[in-house]
């Protein structure tokens, strides 16, 4: 009987030292396990804009012509990691709007453009619905905030060059669709504020998502 005793004793040790030990293992593993993927992402792409806020054509200006559509370029690097929330910087090149006529019978050019130097924060909207391999995943709001550097040209009995600052922000909404391992394309939709300036633009691209890094 004591036999069977210490018996059961001894392997009731040996079970919680065996679950214990187990636990242990788990837990090493999970620690040691690294974190990850880290990818840094490099967006390039153009497409259409359109300036959107009021234009004040001067009224000496006679037989006006008003653009105020133009092509976008956009440059945009990002780091996604290993949850949602992305980060990254972006700057291009965005024509604002221009016009052209005659004052006092001699010819007159204005032509106004941006430059954008923003700090940009992207999500995936999965996480609105949808799992982790659905269309939801392709979809992603994008925000930043930033410096617009505003140029300016007027061509009228020679050449004046303006530059400004100004604070603004961008929101946009892209959708994604791959194309292999490390390339994606893209269709995005943006909207371009330079609040000092009163310079506003929405733009439509088409973009070439490439990935050259992960980790």
Known sequence: MFF????????????TASAWSTANAQAADSVSTPRGPYTIVVTA???????STHLGVPAALEQAHVSRFGVPATLRVMWHPDHRLRIGVETGWTTMYSYRGQVSGEPAHV?????PVLLVFSMPMAW???????????????????????????????????????????????????????????????????????????????QLVWRPFSW
Request: with cysteine; aromatic share 12%.
């Open 4 to 15: 069977r005793f210490c018996l059961m004793v001894l392997s009731g040790w040996i079970a």
């Open 45 to 51: 792409g153009s497409g259409l804009s359109y300036y």
């Open 111 to 115: 032509y106004v453009s941006l430059v």
């Open 128 to 206: 609105l619905s949808g799992t982790e391999r659905s269309i939801a995943r392709r979809m992603a709001l994008t925000v930043g905030t930033g410096v617009y550097v505003n140029h300016s040209r007027l061509d009228y009995l020679g050449t004046v060059l303006t530059n400004s600052n100004s604070l603004g922000w961008m929101a946009a909404g892209s959708y994604t669709q791959p194309i292999g391992r490390r390339f994606r394309v893209a269709g995005e939709l943006k909207w371009y504020d330079a609040v000092a300036a009163e310079n506003a633009a929405f733009t439509a691209e088409i």
